[in-house]
């Protein structure tokens, strides 16, 4: 550009004026492009490295300064991994800039990789760099130097009931004080009131401290005579009909002194005639201050209390000594009552208790559905591992990372002479039988020839097993599967019929076969469980939501 702009100063004097203005516009779009033209360039600082090892990818842009540039974002470096943008430089120039991005990349395989080109945008205009090649390489171990161990063989762990413990600590914790609120409300023999302990009185006693309380009370003083008779009269009445044994309440008065006369002739009461008078002019003195209105005076009526309770001693007195035979007759009563009385509470308990269990357990079945009460209070196989702790391991070689309900455990088989003539090594490990209600197993197979796998050939040999269990009426469906890593495999699935050998009875199943292999391997998933379990599918999804495989042998 420099040269250019020299050779039209030093010889743009001797162009004619009119051929000056066409000169110009002729070489204006060349000056333009020289002064906006953009490069793009990379480089690595290595292209040979060590597993988990970094490189630094290196993008320069020399452009405008009125330019945009973009750089890569994320992941674009496959199948080196993006650790980080690290740095970003700008140098300006004049109406000129360089630009600079640096990449740590990285890759925890060996082999050997090609980064792609990497697409620069300068003002939306695309511009693509380099591609490199890149060796990545196993990190060298010194044998002689570092002592080899064999592989520790897994160990079973005590099972934690920690979950379980926690639920059954819960339970006793809600039965415990529903049987506290039981108890204090219903079974413990409560403080008795006032009026419960004047209740278990005798009679006789009974009946002088309510004359007592007669006597304190402010009848007289408030001029309310017809109360003070009523109740007068009533623990008279209450008395006789108690200890006397005579229907005093709904009798009249003339009615209750003929029975008290009759019961005297009769010898069962040694009253004499004096007190049955002054009783009968009581009873008329209440009657007239009750019916009739009348009011006697405060002293009358003192003194017809004062004789009221006289007639409650000599009554009592006069009564015959009970025998024997009506004590031990007393006391059975008192003990039948008091047994009833017991009964009733714990039926009561008993009633409410049940109440709150069928109260809870229709709560429970309405919030969480009948199904899930039930497997939680009776307990059901798949429900229990899927609730468990899991566990997360590596099996076999190479190796199938996988997380289960329970550890997977190695099965030793003995192959044929014609297939150990074919296969390096085979481990296999799994968990439950193909007949039970869930199985997981794990297959990791090493070839002496470095050959494809035959994923048909081992997928027709796993369904031959299954009929060899009993599974009929196979039906067989084929998909890809990645993993989460995204290595791709081959997905066999679907359902068959297979009896039961303890009751005979048919039931539906379900299966998945997951093939995965290369030069020289295959591994192989297998997953079989009963068709309708809900909690059967959730441990499938998650077992295939963790499983991961590694293909480099």
Do not use: C
């Not at 309310?224 to 709904?250: F, G, M, P």
């Amino acid at each position: 550009m420099v040269q250019i702009e020299k050779l039209v100063l030093k010889h743009i004097g001797k162009i004619p004026s009119r051929l000056l203005g066409i000169l110009v516009l002729m070489l204006f779009p060349i000056l333009t492009m020289a002064q906006t033209e953009s490069k793009v360039t990379a480089q690595i600082d290595t292209a040979g490295i060590k597993i988990g090892e970094q490189i630094q990818y290196t993008i320069t842009v020399e452009t405008d300064t009125l330019n945009v540039v973009h750089f890569p974002e994320g992941q674009t470096f496959s199948p080196l991994e993006t650790v980080e943008a690290i740095m970003k430089d700008t140098v300006r120039d004049n109406s000129r800039m360089i630009v600079q991005q640096v990449y740590a990349l990285t890759q925890f395989d060996s082999g050997s990789y090609t980064i792609p080109p990497q697409r620069v945008a300068i003002n939306e205009q695309p511009f693509f760099t380099d591609s490199f090649n890149i060796k990545v390489a196993d990190v060298v171990v010194d044998t002689t130097k570092q002592k080899m161990y064999d592989i520790k063989p897994l160990i079973e762990v005590d099972r934690s009931y920690a979950k379980i413990w926690m639920a059954i600590l819960w339970i006793l914790l809600a039965l415990g004080i529903i049987g506290g609120l039981v108890y204090w409300f219903f079974l413990r023999k409560k403080p008795l009131t006032e009026e419960e302990k004047e209740a278990l009185l005798p009679p006789y006693d009974r009946a002088l401290l309510e004359l007592k309380k007669l006597e304190n009370s402010r009848y007289l003083i408030q001029d309310e005579y017809k109360k003070y008779y009523s109740e007068l009269t009533d623990i008279v009445r209450s008395y006789l009909e108690e200890d006397v044994n005579v229907s005093a309440l709904e009798s009249t008065t003339a009615q209750l002194i003929t029975k008290l006369e009759l019961l005297k002739d009769a010898g069962e009461l040694n009253l004499d005639d004096e007190t049955i008078r002054q009783f009968q002019k009581i009873l008329q003195t209440a009657d007239l201050v009750k019916f009739a209105k009348s009011k006697p005076s405060t002293s009358v009526a003192e003194e017809d209390r004062k004789l009221v309770e006289q007639i409650v001693v000599r009554t009592h007195d006069a009564l015959p000594e009970p025998t024997e035979e009506d004590l031990m007759l007393t006391e059975e009563y008192q003990l039948e009552l008091a047994k009833k009385k017991q009964r009733k509470r714990i039926i009561w308990a008993a009633a409410i208790f049940a109440g709150l269990l069928v109260l809870g357990s229709a709560f429970s079945v309405a919030y969480y559905g009948f199904k899930e009460v039930r497997d939680t209070v009776f307990g059901y196989p798949t429900k229990e591992l899927l609730e468990g702790e899991w566990v997360a391991s590596s099996y076999g070689y190479p190796p199938i990372e996988i997380e289960t309900p329970d550890v997977l455990v190695r099965q030793e088989m003995e192959l044929p002479e014609e297939t150990k003539e074919l296969i390096n090594e085979f481990q296999t490990f799994s968990y439950g039988s193909y007949i039970g209600v869930f199985s997981v197993a794990t297959s990791s197979v090493t070839y002496k020839e470095k050959a494809d796998p035959n994923f048909e050939a081992a997928i027709g040999a796993t369904l031959a097993s299954f009929e060899q269990y009993g599974l009929r009426n196979i039906i067989t469906k084929q998909e890809e599967f990645e993993t989460k890593s995204g290595i791709a495999g081959l997905k066999t699935y679907g359902t068959g019929n297979i009896k039961n050998p303890v009751n005979n009875q048919s039931r539906r199943a379900k299966y998945n076969i997951l093939s995965f292999g290369g030069k020289g391997f295959m591994q192989q998933i297998i997953i079989t469980w009963e068709d309708g379990d809900d909690y059967a599918e959730q441990i499938v999804a998650r077992i295939l939501t963790s499983l991961d495989v590694k293909t480099q042998v």
